[in-house]
């Protein structure tokens, strides 16, 4: 079964608009954390916003948030204001135990976002 | 600034070469990654290194070995490259629990990737 599922293959917005790409997740581990990450077409992996499975405020970084709804166990990355700089993959990943006193880190496929002007 | 360098934004090798992928970071982080990334699947955990010379075997490790011999440097081995290996490489580095505090704890920084073309 997926851990993190991303429904959205690829979305459109129109630039200064809002848009929530959404973000499904499966734990049993009480305590993890949930990540947004960007990656333009240079390949890099950008960190956005994290979000701990015990904080009780939706975690906010300037125009991204995260909606987080724990009894739902989903964890959704809102865009304000989008910017055609916005046009990116966009990933969520999860960070659970992992063996070791480790922690492991599980990924989505992933949401392409494309801002028309 | 965390750096986290891949030593080859793209390569092209042949079939039954022996492929090493190499990465540093600079940030004293005692984790490190090996992912890679093909369409439609996202991110996949190849192997993982919590400290000098251990390492675990993540979620596709068939065909790949790992190489950490100090703490900035996680390197990954194609032993013999196949045409199924071609896929974009993505190393990354974080902090282990108790190394740091506050939301750094959590975080992986990657590198730019490299891009593996295999012939």
């Known amino acids: 079964a997926q851990k993190i599922t991303q429904t959205q293959p690829g979305m459109f917005v129109q630039e200064k608009e809002a848009v929530t790409l959404d973000c499904t997740y499966d734990t049993s581990d009480p305590s993890y954390g949930l990540f947004w990450y960007k990656q333009p077409s240079s390949g890099e992996m950008i960190f956005l916003i994290y979000?701990?499975?015990?904080?009780?405020q939706n975690a906010t970084e300037g125009r991204y948030s995260l909606n987080f709804q724990k009894a739902r166990k989903s964890a959704n990355l809102v865009i304000s204001a989008s910017q055609l700089g916005d046009s990116a993959m966009y990933f969520c990943a999860m960070r659970e135990s992992g063996t070791s006193g480790t922690y492991k880190y599980i990924f989505g496929t992933g949401t392409r976002l494309k801002v028309l002007a | 600034d965390v750096k986290v360098t891949q030593s080859s934004r793209y390569l092209v090798k042949r079939t039954g070469e022996k492929v090493f992928l190499e990465c540093v970071q600079d940030?004293?982080?005692?984790?490190m990654f090996w992912y890679r990334q093909d369409p439609g699947l996202g991110l996949r955990l190849i192997y993982f290194?919590?400290?000098?010379?251990?390492?675990e075997k993540g979620d596709i490790p068939e065909g790949y070995s790992v190489s950490r011999e100090k703490k900035e440097r996680f390197s990954l081995i194609l032993e013999s490259a196949s045409t199924n290996q071609t896929s974009m490489y993505l190393c990354a580095s974080s902090f282990s629990f108790g190394q740091a505090g506050g939301i750094a704890k959590n975080i992986q920084y990657f590198g730019a990737g490299t891009r593996l073309s295999v012939l």
């Open positions: 979000q701990g499975s015990y904080d009780q």
């Open positions: 940030m004293d982080h005692e984790n």
């Open positions: 290194s919590y400290d000098v010379k251990m390492k």
